[in-house]
């Protein structure tokens, strides 16, 4: 009974704090913008501008909830629950301290890119279901990248794997005790990077969005809470990416015991996120040719390259 | 300019039955020749002769039918007027083609200049000239339904002559009709031998059009076929307003036509009137002239730069830009009292004396504003997605620029130097010390980089105004400077009678045509002006860079996708009321 409540508080625990830092990395990631940008950013409504996502949120959620008559109704407001779902299930596997997690998976790792890869269904399927040039412009470019850098995105892990001999992230954690898999792994490492802002279809990697070109991409057709949705589903996918790079290279909760584990964790994953977002204040956009061959030339064959030395190097030791 | 023998050249070749000479007070060569002749004239100056004139600068016409004091002139109704220009001479050469009737009919030349398409449509728009053998005439600034020809005499001015306007239901169906997408119509194919086109409408509301400009795109994926631009939704009438306003009081329309150029344009249209005036500025208003011209370069330059990373997905440096222009605007704003269409030049010189301070709010920025620049080469031009962007995106060579009428940094990123400032100084550009940046590719890249390295020689252009700024008055004592210098209004009657007669009807200038042209932030920037003695002009010819440079854009973006579409358009670097007047 006590292990059933246990679990119930971390679920809810989890989805709780997980759906407050979306909208909390709004606000920070306008703040930091600013900051970059030598403007002031979001600081009336409230103490430092806190509440303005509160206000944007009222909003969103009293706007016109609009399907516009050409779209394919169930599919158009399917996709941007997709991209919530899966992120959110995603962070079922991820251990924020020892003995917190949601779900002490075997298959872990495994999880998540199953989940990722369904990830990309949303953006597909949301530009198509618009019935708009430009939306099935941006989905088609959101296809091509996704489908091209989830496979060196796995890839990039398997050294991660070898070396702890678990797909179990727990057991990834504890295989860092010593030394952080980001020394042994560091091309693992920026490739996972690399491959996981295309994931979120970040900046430099946000060509389905593309706003200059292509006005909002996917989501040009949406409003209200259904664009809210995938607006959230993006700082879901960011936080996400940060804690999985911590976990898998950073040692995960490891750090000086001054600190209780779960700070460590949430500290390093904040790294991550700033970092995330200074790269969006100061990388131009590539052509999306340029960023498939980039993916199909550079990193693909490197990330082959690192497992080939990974298990050089495991069997030789 | 010397008489550079053109119109001997001409007589040995055609007979000198076929040419009536006019003078002009801008001393261009001008003959008027029949229309019969006029299309082998044009290809003999563009083809045949040595050192040609290679360039169709500009293609307008006159509504002659209400002009006064034509004298020398042949009979005609409508002048359509062809304005060459020769590099190699550094001569232009004006054509008239005299048209009699109420809506006649000319021959076209898009098969001589490829930039003849647009200025043709243009004239059959505006006055009902039936371009004969053109490939696609249709109005171009105005929309298609609308009736009657807006610079004809006969068409209103103003919205009261116009009576009230109704949109029945008929009408409303027609005009929705209108709007309804063809692609045939625009002259584009729906399919290939094995695929559909798609048709992708950008603009007129777009993040990546800078201002109401719609492309159609006929694509194949993402890949560019062809591009129909669709102009006209910025077209106030500047033109028409001209002929209603006086010579003065048009000072602030100028103003708006290149928006981001601000007094850069009164400076085209007052030396133009200067011309026709025959004032002579003092220098110290030349000077106040010049530093103000090169600061709304930087501010224009700066609007360019920031836009551009944009466009290229680069978020922050357009705020770092701003910023910098605000400092700029700061400097602008303390002197005129206004930023962006300050209307501060005036017929005879500028409107007021420096205040004092302005040179250390210039100091201060002179040296501020390098380093700035600096910075901004590591974090845009070395970029290497940036580069990867821009490189090898939307080339044209100098031959190309030259037929479809490039003028400015697109030129000059072609290997060409060309400046107005250096070749036909103005307002004293010859006694300052600068130089002409030009590039070898004529790509998105080497474009920007002659933009960023023209701020640095606009940045010197500034020192040395700060550091020679001249002594003496700001305006003309000349009596048609308008408004006067009021210190010596109450003591003699003369000056008194010429402020009053200067404000209330404005100034008379006297009759003559003329044209100058000035090297304006994003091309030449020229006024071509015909008075018949009146208080306002007769016909105002407005010359813009961006028109000929937007009539390019399909020509260099055929091939590329849709990414590269916005490096093209960001580079060419267009305002939208520049294109549309």
């Given at each position: 009974?006590?292990e059933?409540l ?5 679920v809810?625990?989890?989805v709780?704090l997980m759906m ?9 990631e ?15 409504v409230?103490?430092?501008g806190?509440m303005q996502?509160?206000a944007d949120m ?8 609009w399907?516009p008559?050409?779209?394919d ?9 997709i991209?919530v ?15 917190i997690s ?6 872990g ?5 199953g989940?990722?890869?369904?990830g990309?269904?949303s ?5 198509w ?6 939306s ?5 470019r ?5 489908l091209?850098?989830?496979v060196f995105?796995g890839?990039s892990l398997?050294g991660v794997?070898m ?9 990834i ?5 010593n030394?952080?898999?980001?020394i042994?792994?560091f091309i ?5 990077m690399i491959a996981?802002?295309a994931e979120t ?6 060509i389905?969005?593309?706003?200059s070109?292509l006005?909002?991409g996917y ?12 607006f959230?589903g993006?700082?879901?996918?960011i936080?996400?990416?940060?804690s ?6 950073f040692?995960?909760?490891?750090g ?6 779960v ?6 994953t ?8 200074l790269?969006?204040?100061s990388?131009?956009?590539?052509r999306?040719d340029q960023?498939?061959s980039?993916g ?21 030791g | ?6 119109i001997d050249e ?6 000198g ?15 008027w ?5 006029i299309?082998d004239?044009?290809?003999?100056l563009?083809?045949e002769?040595?050192k ?9 016409a006159?509504?002659e039918?209400t002009?006064?004091?034509r004298?020398e ?8 007027v062809?304005?060459l220009?020769?590099f ?8 008239k ?7 006649p009919?000319?021959?076209?030349i898009?098969?001589?200049?490829s930039?003849a ?9 505006m ?12 109005r171009i ?9 807006p610079?004809?005499?006969e068409h209103?001015a103003r919205a009261t ?7 029945p239901?008929?009408?409303e169906?027609r ?5 309804l997408?063809?692609?045939?119509e625009?002259?584009l194919k729906?399919?290939s031998?094995d695929?559909?086109?798609?048709f992708?409408n ?7 059009t800078?201002g109401v ?7 194949l994926?993402e890949e560019?076929?062809d ?8 077209h106030r009438?500047?033109?028409k307003m001209?002929?209603?306003q ?5 000072i602030p ?5 290149d928006?981001?150029?601000?007094v850069m344009?009164n400076l085209a ?7 026709l ?19 709304f370069?930087?501010?224009s ?6 836009t ?5 997905g ?8 701003f910023t ?13 009292g206004d ?11 500028v409107?007021?004396?420096l205040?004092?301070?302005w040179?250390?709010m210039?100091?201060n920025?002179v040296s501020y ?8 080469d ?7 997605i ?12 100098t ?6 009428g490039?003028t400015?940094?697109?030129?000059r990123a072609?290997?060409?130097e060309?400046?107005?400032r250096?070749k036909r ?10 130089e002409i940046?030009?590039?070898q590719?004529g ?5 920007a980089?002659?933009r ?13 105004c700060?550091?020679n ?10 009596p048609?400077?308008?408004p006067?210098?009021k210190?010596?209004?109450?003591h003699d009657?003369?000056t008194?009678?010429t402020?009053f007669?200067?404000?209330s009807?404005?100034p008379?200038i006297?009759e003559?045509?003329?044209f100058?042209?000035?090297e ?5 920037n020229?006024y071509?002006?015909i008075?018949?003695g ?5 016909r105002t010819r407005?010359?813009?860079?961006s ?7 399909p020509f260099?973006s055929r091939?590329?996708?849709?990414p590269?579409?916005l ?7 267009f305002?939208?009321?520049?294109i549309?007047?």
């Amino acid at each position: 009974m006590s292990e059933t409540l246990y679990y119930i508080i971390v679920v809810f625990g989890v989805v709780t704090l997980m759906m407050t830092i979306a909208p909390g990395l709004i606000w920070f990631e306008r703040r930091l913008l600013a900051l970059w940008q030598d403007r002031y950013g979001p600081n009336r409504v409230g103490p430092f501008g806190l509440m303005q996502v509160l206000a944007d949120m009222i909003k969103i959620f009293f706007k016109e909830d609009w399907i516009p008559p050409f779209a394919d109704k169930k599919v158009f407001v399917l996709a941007p629950a997709i991209v919530v779902v899966t992120a959110l299930m995603s962070f079922a596997i991820v251990p924020f301290a020892p003995g917190i997690s949601v779900s002490n998976l075997n298959i872990g790792l495994l999880f998540f890119l199953g989940m990722s890869s369904l990830g990309a269904y949303s953006v597909v399927l949301g530009g198509w279901a618009s019935n708009n040039k430009y939306s099935l412009l941006g989905s088609l470019r959101a296809a091509a990248q996704m489908l091209s850098y989830e496979v060196f995105m796995g890839l990039s892990l398997m050294g991660v794997v070898m070396l702890t001999g678990s797909f179990n992230m727990n057991d990834i954690v504890l295989a860092q005790k010593n030394r952080w898999f980001i020394i042994p792994q560091f091309i693992g490492f920026v490739i996972f990077m690399i491959a996981g802002l295309a994931e979120t279809h970040r900046l430099p990697f946000d060509i389905p969005e593309a706003e200059s070109e292509l006005i909002a991409g996917y989501h040009s057709e949406y409003s209200g809470m259904k664009f809210g949705m995938f607006f959230v589903g993006e700082y879901l996918g960011i936080t996400l990416i940060s804690s999985l790079i911590v976990t898998l290279f950073f040692g995960g909760w490891f750090g000086p015991s001054f600190l209780p584990p779960v700070v460590w964790f949430f500290l390093k994953t904040f790294i991550f996120v700033s970092l995330f977002i200074l790269l969006r204040a100061s990388l131009p956009r590539p052509r999306y040719d340029q960023l498939l061959s980039y993916g199909w030339k550079l990193l693909l064959p490197l990330s082959l390259l690192n497992l080939l030395i990974t298990g050089a190097i495991i069997l030789s030791g | 300019m010397a008489d550079s023998g053109i119109i001997d050249e001409l007589k040995t070749k055609f007979g000198g039955r076929e040419f009536i000479e006019q003078k002009t007070h801008d001393e261009f060569p001008t003959l008027w020749v029949s229309k019969e002749k006029i299309v082998d004239v044009l290809r003999f100056l563009k083809i045949e002769i040595s050192k040609p004139y290679r360039m169709l600068y500009d293609l307008t016409a006159i509504d002659e039918r209400t002009r006064a004091g034509r004298r020398e002139m042949p009979d005609s109704d409508f002048t359509v007027v062809y304005h060459l220009l020769s590099f190699d001479r550094n001569d232009d050469i004006r054509v008239k083609v005299a048209l009699k009737g109420k809506y006649p009919s000319l021959p076209t030349i898009t098969k001589l200049w490829s930039n003849a398409n647009w200025y043709e449509r243009e004239i059959y728009d505006m006055f009902g000239i039936k371009i004969e053998g053109h490939p696609h005439l249709k109005r171009i600034l105005m929309p298609l339904t609308w009736e009657g020809h807006p610079l004809r005499k006969e068409h209103p001015a103003r919205a009261t002559e116009m009576g009230q306007f109704q949109l029945p239901e008929e009408k409303e169906k027609r005009e929705q009709q209108a709007l309804l997408f063809n692609p045939e119509e625009w002259g584009l194919k729906k399919e290939s031998e094995d695929s559909d086109f798609m048709f992708l409408n950008v603009g007129p509301q777009h993040p990546g059009t800078h201002g109401v400009l719609r492309l159609v795109l006929q694509l194949l994926g993402e890949e560019i076929v062809d591009i129909v631009p669709d102009i006209g939704f910025h077209h106030r009438g500047a033109e028409k307003m001209a002929e209603r306003q006086t010579w003065h009081t048009y000072i602030p329309y100028t103003d708006r036509i290149d928006y981001l150029g601000g007094v850069m344009n009164n400076l085209a249209y007052l030396l133009t009137v200067e011309k026709l005036a025959g004032i002579k500025v003092p220098e110290r208003a030349q000077v106040i002239r010049i530093l103000l011209c090169e600061l709304f370069r930087l501010s224009s330059h700066l609007v360019w730069y920031g836009t551009f990373a944009q466009d290229i997905g680069q978020l922050s440096p357009v705020f770092y830009m701003f910023t910098d222009r605000e400092k700029v605007f700061e400097i602008i704003e303390a002197i005129c009292g206004d930023r962006m269409h300050p209307n501060w030049f005036r017929i005879g010189g500028v409107t007021d004396d420096l205040p004092n301070g302005w040179d250390t709010m210039v100091k201060n920025f002179v040296s501020y504003f390098p380093k700035r620049l600096r910075e901004y080469d590591k974090m845009v031009m070395k970029n290497r997605i940036f580069k990867a962007r821009t490189i090898g995106i939307g080339i044209y060579n100098t031959e190309e620029a030259i037929e479809w009428g490039i003028t400015g940094p697109g030129l000059r990123a072609t290997g060409l130097e060309w400046d107005f400032r250096k070749k036909r100084p103005y307002s004293g550009y010859d006694q300052f010390d600068f130089e002409i940046p030009t590039a070898q590719n004529g790509d998105c890249y080497d474009r920007a980089v002659v933009r960023v390295e023209e701020m640095r020689q606009s940045t010197r252009i500034i020192e040395q105004c700060l550091k020679n700024m001249p002594s003496g008055p700001y305006k003309s004592h000349h009596p048609l400077a308008t408004p006067p210098l009021k210190e010596r209004t109450m003591h003699d009657i003369e000056t008194l009678i010429t402020h009053f007669l200067g404000v209330s009807w404005g100034p008379v200038i006297p009759e003559g045509e003329a044209f100058s042209g000035i090297e304006a932030t994003k091309g030449n920037n020229g006024y071509y002006l015909i008075s018949d003695g009146n208080t306002s002009s007769y016909r105002t010819r407005v010359r813009t860079p961006s028109f000929p440079h937007m009539q390019m854009v399909p020509f260099i973006s055929r091939g590329y996708t849709i990414p590269d579409l916005l490096s093209i358009l960001g580079s060419v670097d267009f305002v939208l009321a520049d294109i549309d007047r």
